[in-house]
Nanobody, 115 residues
Framework: QVQLVESGGGLVQPGGSLRLSCAAS????????MGWYRQAPGKERELVAI???????NYADSVKGRFSISRDNAKNTVYLQMNSLEPEDTAVYYC?????????WGQGTQVTVSS
């Protein structure tokens, strides 16, 4: 069983930045991909950014040029650097961890962009 611990969410003004972190522990299987999804009130969960084991990266069109995903394999951690935040980025952000055995989700961290 993989445990995912997310951190870094909070309240930020439009144009501000936040950095989310997701640390995984207990993983015994090879990793296929890791990344971030988000869900805003009344909307479906959507992909934000994902990075595969081969370092292929995919971003949602709405965050391209503003968000950056990275990982630290030694720390089993994936990061999401979010710049130029907009009110439309307000959502609960979920860490996503896909192994050769199963897919795991973090508990979610709230990001609120408001003046």
């Amino acid at each position: 069983q993989v445990q995912l611990v997310e951190s870094g969410g909070g309240l930020v003004q439009p144009g501000g930045s936040l950095r989310l972190s997701c640390a995984a522990s207990g993983s015994r299987f090879s990793i296929n991909a890791m990344g971030w999804y988000r869900q805003a009130p009344g909307k479906e969960r959507e992909l934000v950014a994902i990075i595969t084991k081969n370092d292929n990266i995919n971003y949602a069109d709405s965050v391209k040029g503003r968000f950056s995903i990275s990982r630290d394999n030694a720390k089993n951690t994936v990061y999401l650097q979010m710049n130029s935040l907009e009110p439309e980025d307000t959502a609960v952000y979920y860490c996503y961890w896909e192994t050769s055995f199963a897919t795991y989700w973090g508990q979610g961290t709230q990001v609120t962009v408001s003046s």
